[in-house]
Protein backbone atom coordinates (compact mmCIF):
# COMPACT_ATOMS: atom_id res chain seq x y z
CA UNK A 1 0.00 0.00 0.00
CA UNK A 2 1.02 3.16 -0.97
CA UNK A 3 2.26 5.30 2.06
CA UNK A 4 1.29 9.05 2.34
CA UNK A 5 3.56 12.35 3.68
CA UNK A 6 1.66 15.51 5.12
CA UNK A 7 2.75 18.26 6.81
CA UNK A 8 1.46 17.62 10.65
CA UNK A 9 0.04 20.93 11.13
CA UNK A 10 -1.16 24.38 9.29
CA UNK A 11 -1.87 27.89 10.33
CA UNK A 12 -4.03 29.89 8.06
CA UNK A 13 -6.31 33.35 8.40
CA UNK A 14 -9.75 33.46 7.56
CA UNK A 15 -10.32 34.13 3.82
CA UNK A 16 -7.49 33.26 3.05
CA UNK A 17 -6.25 29.91 0.80
CA UNK A 18 -5.39 26.92 1.80
CA UNK A 19 -2.74 24.80 0.12
CA UNK A 20 -2.38 21.15 1.97
CA UNK A 21 0.16 18.84 0.00
CA UNK A 22 0.32 15.27 0.13
CA UNK A 23 3.45 12.91 -0.95
CA UNK A 24 2.66 9.30 -2.17
CA UNK A 25 5.84 7.97 -4.10
CA UNK A 26 4.86 4.95 -3.69
CA UNK A 27 1.24 5.50 -5.33
CA UNK A 28 0.29 2.39 -7.59
CA UNK A 29 -1.45 2.23 -10.99
CA UNK A 30 -5.17 1.41 -9.94
CA UNK A 31 -4.86 4.00 -6.44
CA UNK A 32 -7.04 6.84 -6.31
CA UNK A 33 -5.96 9.89 -4.11
CA UNK A 34 -9.11 10.85 -1.78
CA UNK A 35 -8.94 13.28 0.93
CA UNK A 36 -10.99 13.87 4.13
CA UNK A 37 -11.39 15.66 6.49
CA UNK A 38 -12.26 15.37 10.35
CA UNK A 39 -13.40 17.09 13.11
CA UNK A 40 -13.55 16.21 16.94
CA UNK A 41 -15.53 13.91 18.04
CA UNK A 42 -16.92 13.22 14.67
CA UNK A 43 -15.63 10.33 11.79
CA UNK A 44 -13.64 11.49 8.62
CA UNK A 45 -16.28 12.96 6.02
CA UNK A 46 -15.21 12.37 1.99
CA UNK A 47 -14.16 16.02 0.74
CA UNK A 48 -12.67 15.09 -2.78
CA UNK A 49 -11.41 12.36 -4.90
CA UNK A 50 -9.11 12.09 -8.07
CA UNK A 51 -7.17 9.83 -10.38
CA UNK A 52 -4.91 12.69 -12.12
CA UNK A 53 -4.82 16.02 -13.45
CA UNK A 54 -7.21 18.86 -11.83
CA UNK A 55 -10.72 17.67 -9.67
CA UNK A 56 -13.00 20.55 -8.85
CA UNK A 57 -16.26 20.08 -6.35
CA UNK A 58 -18.04 22.71 -4.33
CA UNK A 59 -15.65 22.12 -1.55
CA UNK A 60 -12.30 21.95 -2.40
CA UNK A 61 -10.21 21.38 -5.97
CA UNK A 62 -7.28 18.82 -5.68
CA UNK A 63 -4.71 18.98 -8.13
CA UNK A 64 -2.45 15.88 -8.90
CA UNK A 65 0.56 16.09 -11.07
CA UNK A 66 1.56 14.08 -14.27
CA UNK A 67 3.79 11.64 -11.92
CA UNK A 68 0.74 10.96 -9.30
CA UNK A 69 3.42 11.11 -6.62
CA UNK A 70 1.85 13.77 -5.01
CA UNK A 71 -1.33 15.96 -4.62
CA UNK A 72 -2.54 18.79 -3.10
CA UNK A 73 -5.78 20.03 -1.74
CA UNK A 74 -6.39 23.39 -1.74
CA UNK A 75 -9.54 25.12 0.13
CA UNK A 76 -10.81 28.97 -0.98
CA UNK A 77 -10.94 31.21 1.18
CA UNK A 78 -10.84 29.13 4.11
CA UNK A 79 -13.41 30.16 7.51
CA UNK A 80 -13.23 29.38 10.62
CA UNK A 81 -15.00 26.53 10.38
CA UNK A 82 -12.56 24.74 8.30
CA UNK A 83 -10.53 24.19 11.33
CA UNK A 84 -9.95 20.29 11.25
CA UNK A 85 -7.75 17.38 10.26
CA UNK A 86 -7.41 16.57 6.95
CA UNK A 87 -5.91 13.50 5.48
CA UNK A 88 -4.71 12.04 2.22
CA UNK A 89 -5.28 8.58 1.33
CA UNK A 90 -4.49 6.62 -1.83
CA UNK A 91 -6.32 3.34 -2.51
CA UNK A 92 -6.80 0.79 -5.12
CA UNK A 93 -9.99 1.13 -7.21
CA UNK A 94 -12.87 -1.50 -7.19
CA UNK A 95 -11.78 -4.82 -8.21
CA UNK A 96 -13.69 -7.22 -6.29
CA UNK A 97 -11.09 -8.10 -3.69
CA UNK A 98 -9.99 -4.38 -2.40
CA UNK A 99 -8.54 -3.99 0.46
CA UNK A 100 -8.39 -1.01 2.87
CA UNK A 101 -7.59 2.46 2.94
CA UNK A 102 -4.69 3.40 4.98
CA UNK A 103 -4.82 7.04 7.00
CA UNK A 104 -1.58 8.82 7.93
CA UNK A 105 -1.39 11.06 10.59
CA UNK A 106 -3.16 13.87 8.89
CA UNK A 107 -2.26 17.44 8.69
CA UNK A 108 -4.22 19.53 12.07
CA UNK A 109 -5.61 22.71 9.91
CA UNK A 110 -5.84 25.86 12.61
CA UNK A 111 -7.79 28.86 10.58
CA UNK A 112 -7.93 32.27 13.01
CA UNK A 113 -9.24 35.38 12.83
CA UNK B 1 -30.68 4.66 7.54
CA UNK B 2 -29.59 8.02 6.71
CA UNK B 3 -25.80 7.50 7.88
CA UNK B 4 -23.80 4.88 9.19
CA UNK B 5 -24.47 4.73 13.34
CA UNK B 6 -22.61 3.40 15.69
CA UNK B 7 -24.02 2.22 19.45
CA UNK B 8 -22.84 3.17 22.43
CA UNK B 9 -21.65 6.47 21.55
CA UNK B 10 -19.69 6.33 24.45
CA UNK B 11 -18.23 3.05 26.89
CA UNK B 12 -16.13 2.74 29.96
CA UNK B 13 -15.42 -0.50 30.82
CA UNK B 14 -13.34 -2.17 33.66
CA UNK B 15 -9.95 -4.07 32.26
CA UNK B 16 -10.55 -7.26 31.91
CA UNK B 17 -14.87 -7.48 30.72
CA UNK B 18 -15.70 -7.60 27.37
CA UNK B 19 -17.35 -5.49 24.95
CA UNK B 20 -19.74 -5.18 21.82
CA UNK B 21 -19.44 -2.31 19.82
CA UNK B 22 -22.21 -2.52 16.85
CA UNK B 23 -22.12 -0.66 13.36
CA UNK B 24 -25.17 -0.36 11.56
CA UNK B 25 -24.37 0.92 8.18
CA UNK B 26 -26.39 2.94 5.52
CA UNK B 27 -28.84 0.26 3.90
CA UNK B 28 -27.64 -1.05 0.43
CA UNK B 29 -23.50 -0.24 1.25
CA UNK B 30 -21.93 -4.00 0.92
CA UNK B 31 -18.61 -2.73 2.35
CA UNK B 32 -18.08 -2.14 6.07
CA UNK B 33 -15.00 -1.22 7.68
CA UNK B 34 -13.42 -0.64 11.30
CA UNK B 35 -10.82 1.57 12.04
CA UNK B 36 -9.50 2.50 15.26
CA UNK B 37 -8.14 6.02 16.28
CA UNK B 38 -6.16 6.92 19.52
CA UNK B 39 -5.92 10.00 20.93
CA UNK B 40 -4.47 12.45 18.72
CA UNK B 41 -3.58 9.76 16.30
CA UNK B 42 -4.50 8.63 12.59
CA UNK B 43 -7.03 5.89 11.82
CA UNK B 44 -5.48 2.46 12.12
CA UNK B 45 -7.89 -0.12 9.75
CA UNK B 46 -8.77 -3.11 11.79
CA UNK B 47 -11.14 -5.25 9.42
CA UNK B 48 -12.95 -4.82 6.40
CA UNK B 49 -16.09 -7.03 5.31
CA UNK B 50 -17.46 -7.68 1.86
CA UNK B 51 -21.08 -8.91 2.76
CA UNK B 52 -20.94 -10.94 5.31
CA UNK B 53 -17.08 -11.94 4.77
CA UNK B 54 -14.09 -10.50 5.98
CA UNK B 55 -11.65 -11.00 2.81
CA UNK B 56 -8.94 -8.61 5.21
CA UNK B 57 -8.39 -8.92 9.03
CA UNK B 58 -4.92 -8.24 8.78
CA UNK B 59 -5.51 -4.93 11.34
CA UNK B 60 -6.80 -7.21 14.08
CA UNK B 61 -4.28 -6.05 17.20
CA UNK B 62 -4.30 -9.80 18.81
CA UNK B 63 -6.86 -12.66 18.92
CA UNK B 64 -8.91 -10.60 21.44
CA UNK B 65 -10.74 -8.73 18.62
CA UNK B 66 -12.94 -10.27 16.68
CA UNK B 67 -15.71 -8.81 14.30
CA UNK B 68 -18.57 -10.22 12.52
CA UNK B 69 -21.42 -8.88 10.38
CA UNK B 70 -25.26 -10.64 9.94
CA UNK B 71 -27.32 -10.30 6.83
CA UNK B 72 -24.76 -8.14 4.88
CA UNK B 73 -25.70 -5.17 7.09
CA UNK B 74 -25.15 -5.13 10.94
CA UNK B 75 -21.83 -5.62 12.64
CA UNK B 76 -20.34 -5.99 15.54
CA UNK B 77 -16.92 -5.94 16.54
CA UNK B 78 -16.00 -7.78 20.42
CA UNK B 79 -13.29 -6.93 22.44
CA UNK B 80 -12.27 -9.96 25.08
CA UNK B 81 -10.60 -9.15 27.96
CA UNK B 82 -10.61 -5.57 27.55
CA UNK B 83 -6.66 -3.54 28.18
CA UNK B 84 -5.82 0.18 28.73
CA UNK B 85 -4.21 0.34 25.77
CA UNK B 86 -7.88 -0.18 23.93
CA UNK B 87 -8.97 2.43 24.91
CA UNK B 88 -9.72 4.44 21.85
CA UNK B 89 -12.20 5.91 19.31
CA UNK B 90 -13.65 2.87 17.24
CA UNK B 91 -14.71 3.88 14.09
CA UNK B 92 -16.94 2.31 11.53
CA UNK B 93 -17.42 3.14 7.92
CA UNK B 94 -19.55 1.32 4.20
CA UNK B 95 -19.20 2.01 0.72
CA UNK B 96 -21.13 1.01 -2.02
CA UNK B 97 -18.45 -1.22 -3.09
CA UNK B 98 -14.87 -1.70 -1.60
CA UNK B 99 -12.31 1.07 -2.80
CA UNK B 100 -11.82 3.96 -2.53
CA UNK B 101 -15.06 5.85 -3.39
CA UNK B 102 -16.87 7.76 -0.30
CA UNK B 103 -16.73 5.85 2.78
CA UNK B 104 -19.54 7.28 4.86
CA UNK B 105 -18.19 7.04 8.84
CA UNK B 106 -19.97 6.59 11.85
CA UNK B 107 -19.74 9.28 14.58
CA UNK B 108 -17.36 6.50 16.49
CA UNK B 109 -17.28 4.68 19.87
CA UNK B 110 -15.39 6.12 22.27
CA UNK B 111 -14.43 3.08 24.56
CA UNK B 112 -12.45 3.37 27.94
CA UNK B 113 -11.16 0.78 29.78
CA UNK B 114 -9.88 1.96 33.40
Known amino acids: LAKTTQPISMDSYEGQEVNITCSHNNIATNDYITWYQQFPSQGPRFIIQGYKTKVTNEVASLFIPADRKSSTLSLPRVSLSDTAVYYCLVGVLYTGTASKLTFGTGTRLQVTL | GAGVSQSPSNKVTEKGKDVELRCDPI?????LYWYRQSLGQGLEFLIYFQGNSAPDKSGLPSDRFSAERTGGSVSTLTIQRTQQEDSAVYLC????????????FGSGTRLTVV
Open chain 2, 93 to 104: ASSLEPGTDGYT
Open chain 2, 27 to 31: SGHTA
